[in-house]
């Protein structure tokens, strides 16, 4: 069983940043891919970010070029380094982790089996 504990959430102003950071255990990192996503109130969850097991980064059109990230297989770790953050971030963010390879399946919720808990990010203004 693999379960995933995010952290690194906070209070930040516009133009920040802050880095969140998600750490699997329980079945060998390196196997998985892993994606974030986020949910504001009232909203759907919507994908943000995802790297493959080799490395391979994927974005939302609303964070790239803002948003990084990125994997240590040593530690276990894949982290989102936030940069120039604005209020529509605001949100529950959550890492999710997957064995699949096919690229398609990183932008659906529902083909991450594990979940974080989720961090809070408050953006204001």
């Known amino acids: 069983q693999v379960q995933l504990v995010d952290s690194g959430g906070g209070l930040v102003q516009a133009g920040g940043s802050l880095r969140l950071a998600c750490v699997q255990s329980?079945?060998?990192?390196?196997?998985?891919?892993l994606g974030w996503f986020r949910q504001a109130p009232g909203k759907e969850r919507e994908f943000v970010a995802a790297?493959?097991?080799?490395?391979?980064?994927f974005y939302s059109d609303a964070v790239k070029g803002r948003f990084t990230i990125s994997r240590d297989n040593a530690m276990s770790t894949v982290y989102l380094q936030m940069s120039s953050l604005k209020p529509e971030d605001t949100a529950v963010y959550s890492c999710?982790?997957?064995?699949?390879?096919?690229?398609?399946?990183?932008?659906?919720?529902?083909?991450?089996?594990?979940w974080g808990q989720g961090t809070q990010v408050t953006v204001f203004s």
């Open positions: 329980g079945r060998p990192f390196s196997d998985y891919s």
């Open positions: 999710g982790a997957q064995i699949s390879g096919y690229s398609g399946d990183y932008y659906r919720a529902n083909k991450y089996p594990y």
């Open positions: 790297i493959s097991r080799t490395g391979r980064t």
